[in-house]
């Protein structure tokens, strides 16, 4: 049985100086790309009609993810609660097992180097029982603190971090909020620790589609880590 442990609340006042990693994004579908909260453009799942992780992209000519290591993690309080304790260990697996599926081996020739991904369950990082939202920055706030007080791997040439987003708090990305402007995105800054590159999925309507999101997020992001590769 896959083990959850927690991180300290402290990680999330640390100051974080770093700067968002510009993605160029160019001639990219207007429905999939949004400005964050620094001006940068963001591949997203964006909601209604999304397109599945194995629909056709055109290359650009940029870097994949060629051998993709994806670490998890469960961000909010909620997470830890009876009630969404199946869900999450549901969600955990289902990453697992797309991992290995026969969907994301497809993607070998668009340059994958490996046929699966490795899954590393981080943990849960637990928010104040006030925090209903979370902003981009706020994420690369704690993603940072979690890299300096080392709980989270550092990033690696191939390495993913996914934040799942707990039931009840929701995500902003430039001011808009997740479910009318999208599902899930990918993004990266520059952290001292190195490139961190992130997938972010708010809890949507359903498991299914909040796995579903999480699986097109993952694939852009492996296809597409800086925005000028698959798309």
């Known amino acids: 049985m896959t083990s959850f442990r927690k991180f300290p609340l402290l990680f999330l006042a640390l100051p974080l100086a770093a700067q968002g990693a510009r993605m160029p994004l160019q001639d990219a579908p207007a429905h999939r790309v949004l400005v964050d909260d620094d ?3 963001v591949e997203i799942v964006p909601s209604g009609g999304a397109t599945s992780p194995d629909a056709v992209r055109k290359f650009h000519g940029g870097a994949i993810l060629a051998s993709p290591r994806i670490y998890t993690i469960y961000y ?3 997470w830890s609660s009876p009630q969404h304790a199946a869900p999450m260990r549901r969600m955990s697996d289902g990453m697992t097992a797309f991992g290995v599926s026969e969907r994301f081996a497809a993607l070998k020739p668009q340059g994958l180097d490996a046929f ?3 899954v ?3 943990g849960i990082a637990p928010t104040l029982p006030s925090v ?3 902003s981009d920055l706020g994420l690369q ?3 940072h603190g979690a890299l300096r007080q080392g709980r989270l791997h550092p990033p690696t040439g191939d390495s993913l971090v996914v934040v799942f987003l707990a039931p009840g ?3 902003t990305l430039g001011g808009k909020p997740d479910g009318a402007a999208f599902q899930a995105y990918h993004s990266a800054y520059h952290d001292e620790a190195g490139l961190m590159r992130y997938v972010v999925v708010p809890f949507g309507a359903s498991e299914e589609s909040t796995r579903n999101a999480a699986e097109q997020a993952i694939t852009a992001a ?3 880590p800086d925005g000028d590769g698959w798309y």
């Open 116 to 118: 699966s991904f490795p």
């Open 169 to 171: 708090i929701r995500s």
């Open 222 to 224: 492996v296809l597409n």
């Open 132 to 134: 209903t939202s979370v």
């Open 76 to 78: 909010g309080s909620a």
């Open 120 to 122: 590393v369950n981080e």
């Open 39 to 41: 001006d940068g453009k």
């Open 141 to 143: 706030h704690f993603l």
